[in-house]
Structures are given as structure tokens and as C-alpha cells.
């Protein structure tokens, strides 16, 4: 009786230690005064080719405030050869005043070796822009066919929409892509209307 009330004492020591280690331990820094824990964010939706062979997938979050210009950066390690279409950079821009509360926002973005599997995927989904405009600038490499290129949104319901974007070449096979972004959630590159390989 005794033995079998010092075991279950030491499992019960043992799982709480497990459950403090797994919080992070005790050194972790509280939130800042009146700031509120970033949002729980549910799996993305847009990026399940994740398993893909050769893709690779970046994340970037931060707070935004109406008061002030805000940003989110990614960079992607360099291509294998040229004949591989890689984002180098991508970079997210709100200016002053385009969000009207503070907002968390996370930028999850995919590149492969093909134009189909750069997707940008934001969260939280359905959030609007006032002015509605913010941008999305990406530098690309590759076999780009700038002329043909194009951007796509997809909304929390799965309508896809092509939306404006500019292309500036930047030399040796390397483009400057920005794209308007009205609202969220997710945001691709093709070279043809509506690509089927974005269905949900």
C-alpha cells in the first residue's frame, strides 16, 4: 500500500514536470501589459503539398496597428539551377491607417520548382483592408513568362479571383512581382486563368 502511494506520487511529480517542460518552462516572458495572447490559428488550408518533394514553406506573424505601417519578410534558400521557379523574397506591407483595430496576422508562404507551387496563405481569413490595399511584393527566379503571369486570390469560401499585380524585371532571369491584397486568405501565382490545382 505504502510502495504503490510512493509510485503514483512520483508518476503524478513526473507528469506535471512534463506538462511545465511542454509550456515552455518557467522562463518564459509574460505579455506585454494589456496585450492580448496572439490568436489560436487553425491549420492552413492551402498548403498541403507541404510533402511535396522540394517545397519549402516559411512563416512569418506579427501585431498591426492602426496607428503605424507594419510588414512580414520571408526569404527562400536559392535554387537549385536555373530552371527552377523559386521566391528569393516576399515581402507583406500594411501602411498606416489600412487596419482599423490591432490585428495579429501570420503569413505562411510555399515555393517549389514550378510557378504552381508558390501560394501565400494569411490568416485571420476574411480580414479587409481600409484603405482596401496592401501589398505583396515577391522576387522571383526563374523561367518566368512575365507576360503571361498572374495572381490569384481565393477566399474563405473557395471563389478564386484574379487580382492586379505589377512585374518589373530584374535581370538574369529574376522578377519583382507586386500584388494587390484586398483582404485574406490565400494568394498564388500561375500563368493561366483560374488553376485547378488551387481547389480546396
Not at 492552413?44 to 511535396?52: E, F, H, I
Not at 537549385?80 to 498606416?96: G, I, L, M, S, Y
Not at 483592408?129 to 477566399?155: C, E, M, R
Request: glycine residues 8%; aromatic residues 8%; positive net charge.
Amino acid at each position: 500500500m505504502f510502495k504503490r502511494s510512493i509510485i503514483q506520487t512520483v508518476c503524478t511529480a513526473l507528469a506535471l514536470g512534463g506538462v511545465l517542460v511542454g509550456c515552455g518552462g518557467v522562463s518564459q516572458q509574460p505579455l506585454a501589459p494589456g496585450r492580448a495572447a496572439p490568436p489560436t490559428l487553425s491549420p492552413s488550408k492551402a498548403l498541403p503539398r507541404a510533402a511535396k518533394a522540394g517545397v519549402y514553406i516559411r512563416t512569418d506573424r506579427g501585431w498591426f496597428y492602426p496607428d503605424q505601417d507594419g510588414s512580414l519578410a520571408l526569404s527562400f534558400p536559392p535554387p537549385p539551377d536555373n530552371r527552377t521557379v523559386r521566391v528569393e523574397q516576399a515581402t507583406f506591407t500594411v501602411a498606416k491607417g489600412m487596419v482599423n483595430q490591432e490585428v495579429y496576422i501570420t503569413m505562411k508562404a510555399s515555393t517549389g520548382s514550378l510557378l504552381s507551387d508558390v501560394v501565400f496563405d494569411f490568416s485571420p481569413d476574411g480580414l479587409a483592408f481600409n484603405p482596401p490595399l496592401a501589398t505583396l511584393t515577391v522576387i522571383l527566379s526563374g523561367p518566368v513568362n512575365s507576360q503571361h503571369l498572374k495572381a490569384y486570390h481565393t477566399d474563405s469560401t473557395g471563389k478564386k479571383t484574379v487580382v492586379p499585380l505589377t512585374v518589373t524585371p530584374l535581370g538574369k532571369n529574376r522578377w519583382q512581382v507586386v500584388i494587390q491584397v484586398p483582404g485574406f486568405s490565400i494568394y498564388s501565382l500561375g500563368d493561366e486563368l483560374i488553376p485547378e490545382v488551387l481547389e480546396p
